[in-house]
């Protein structure tokens, strides 16, 4: 059952064209046929009415007895004996004194005299000379160019002259 491509190929347009003819002449007919009445319209059936539907009686709550407006009486806490504290012991208590004892009279090692210390430079030493002599710092500031008024034409961007 091997068929070579072509005649598949062959065989599906074929199918195709003769569907396609049956479609149109079937399409013709039906503009061809006078117009018909409209059926008439389908009656919808009527829907039975449903029975009521009825919830069963709620429970009864029972009822409580009435609380009374005495309360009970609690039982009674019984006495205890009082707490008492030892005595305190009949040894005397220790004095605090009243005055602070003098300081211990030790001597201050006593401070060198002015004329001892150094004395301090009072003026700066005078700065070294340049070490790198090709570096140059500059002391002025340089100008600023101008900028040209008119800025000048380049040739091949500008129109051919014209003669």
């Keep these: 059952m091997a068929f070579p491509k072509p005649f598949f190929i062959l065989s599906l347009v074929v ?9 149109t002449e079937a399409a013709r007919h039906l503009l061809d046929t006078p117009a018909a ?4 319209a389908l009656a919808f059936p009527t829907i039975p009415s449903l029975p009521k539907q009825t919830l069963p009686p709620l429970p009864s709550i029972p009822t409580l007895p009435k609380p009374s407006n005495t309360l009970p009486t609690f039982p009674t806490v019984p006495t205890l004996p009082k707490a008492t504290l030892p005595p305190l012991p009949s040894t005397p208590l220790p004095t605090l004194p009243t005055t602070l004892p003098p300081l211990p009279s030790s001597q201050m ?7 001892a210390l150094p004395t301090l ?17 500059p002391t002025t500031i340089p100008s600023i160019p101008t900028i040209p008024s008119t800025f000048p034409t380049i040739s091949f961007l500008s129109p051919p002259p014209s003669n």
């Design 109 to 115: 090692p006593s401070l060198p005299k002015p004329s």
């Design 37 to 40: 009445a409209p059926p008439p």
């Design 121 to 137: 430079p009072t003026t700066l030493p005078p700065l070294p000379a340049n070490p790198l002599p090709s570096l140059q710092i």
């Design 15 to 23: 199918i195709l064209s003769l569907s396609n003819t049956h479609m």
